[in-house]
């Protein structure tokens, strides 16, 4: 707790020991919630939220602020790192503030900082909300434009589509957003590791089932028993996933030998995602590939389609990157890679692209 000049109580910190722990297996990305925000009657709290090895959410600690100034979140970030043993994350994901973001730079100079995505889009429901009248299709547009594309040119394309169809060319607010497009569009995060997490939309249920006990006719005893059930119910939550991980074997679409390792290796719900990606790959083909020494590149596509992508391939080191950033964005593999990958004959995953924090030993 911090304390005031009279010693009365200002802001409170929380985290046990099982969100050290937590912290600890799964703490390089984590969304800084502020969801109470939309909350006019809510106290206001604040979480360090991510996500596990099931791609289930946790909570690293959270925290009642007196304010939002720039001392107070100082104050709170610095309390984290403390409480978490020195140890930062890789990237945070937080609300659109320019108090917040320099207290960020202030304590977390060297991290990656995001906006989270949704809270962009929440601001433009607000700003825009005179839009919706007698426009059915206004709001699809507008969504789409915020979490649909993942490559600049389609994302730019659809910006613009969407202000020429609906004459918003002088909007104030959305020309500056789309001046800050690289702080929060998706487009533009590809390179930065988020775990997959795209916004901290995971945190709209999590503080809505909180929101009773925010009010300030609560005390905070009462809200922080109620949050202890809500965290035992997901610690719950993951020991079932846990013990149904080691008793069921996920279902292989075919007796393939990167597949089995990967079911042996990952989670089951990341097996899921590897999986779904294999299966694409057996639709693309390799157009055509020119070779510098032991670097190649190959121009790929899914059969039929005409957007190409490059894969690049170092045969030294059996290293391989695409143009989609998939696994820098969400630590798996592509399809495209694993097109490569294929036809180098390598048939097994390479361990330089299996992160532990999506192993079953996640929390060995």
């Known amino acids: 707790m911090q304390l005031d000049a009279d010693d009365q109580i200002t802001n409170i ?19 800084f919630d502020t969801t109470c925000r939309l909350y006019k009657d809510c106290r206001p709290f604040v979480a360090f939220i991510g996500v596990n090895h099931h791609k289930q959410m946790m909570v690293f600690s959270a925290a009642f602020l007196y304010d939002e100034t720039i001392e107070s979140y100082k104050w709170l970030f610095r309390t984290f790192i403390e409480a978490m043993s020195g140890k930062k994350p890789k990237t945070i994901l937080t609300d659109q503030d320019a108090v917040l973001a320099e207290a960020i730079d202030s304590v977390f100079p060297d991290i990656h900082h995001r906006i ?46 969407m202000l020429d169809a609906y004459g918003l060319w002088e909007n104030e607010w959305l020309h500056q957003m789309f001046k800050e497009r690289e702080k929060w569009a998706i487009a533009y995060g590809r390179h930065i590791f988020c775990a997959d997490i ?3 939309q995971l945190c709209e249920g999590f503080t809505a089932s909180l929101r009773k006990y925010l009010k300030f006719d609560f005390d905070v005893l009462s809200f922080f028993k109620h949050l202890g059930k809500i965290l035992n119910d997901w610690h719950y939550k993951e020991l079932e996933a846990n013990y149904d991980m080691s008793q069921l074997l996920a279902i292989l679409m075919g007796d393939v030998i990167l597949l089995k390792q990967a079911r042996d290796i990952y989670t089951p719900k990341i097996f899921e995602l590897l999986q779904q990606e ?3 790959s057996l639709n693309i083909v390799i157009n055509r590939c020119t070779e510098n020494g032991s670097m190649f590149e190959y121009k790929v596509s899914i059969y039929g389609q005409q957007k190409e992508y490059t894969v690049s391939f170092n045969s030294s080191e059996e290293i391989v990157a695409c143009e989609c950033k998939k696994f820098e964005f969400m630590g798996v593999l592509c399809s495209h890679a694993l097109k490569v990958l294929d036809f180098r004959n390598i048939k097994m995953l390479p361990s330089q692209y299996i992160l532990k924090r999506w192993t079953r030993d996640a929390r060995i």
């Not at 969100?19 to 600890?24: A, E, S």
């Open 198 to 200: 795209r916004s901290v």
């Open 13 to 31: 910190f929380w985290a046990d020991a099982k969100m050290l722990m937590d912290y600890n297996d799964f703490g390089d990305v984590v969304c």
């Open 278 to 280: 294999y299966e694409t």
């Open 116 to 161: 989270c995505v949704w809270h962009v889009y929440q601001h433009a429901l607000k700003q825009l909300n005179h839009m919706f009248v007698g426009s059915g299709s206004f709001i699809n547009d507008l969504s789409s434009c915020f979490f649909e594309h993942e490559e600049d040119e389609p994302f730019i394309n659809a910006w613009n589509g």
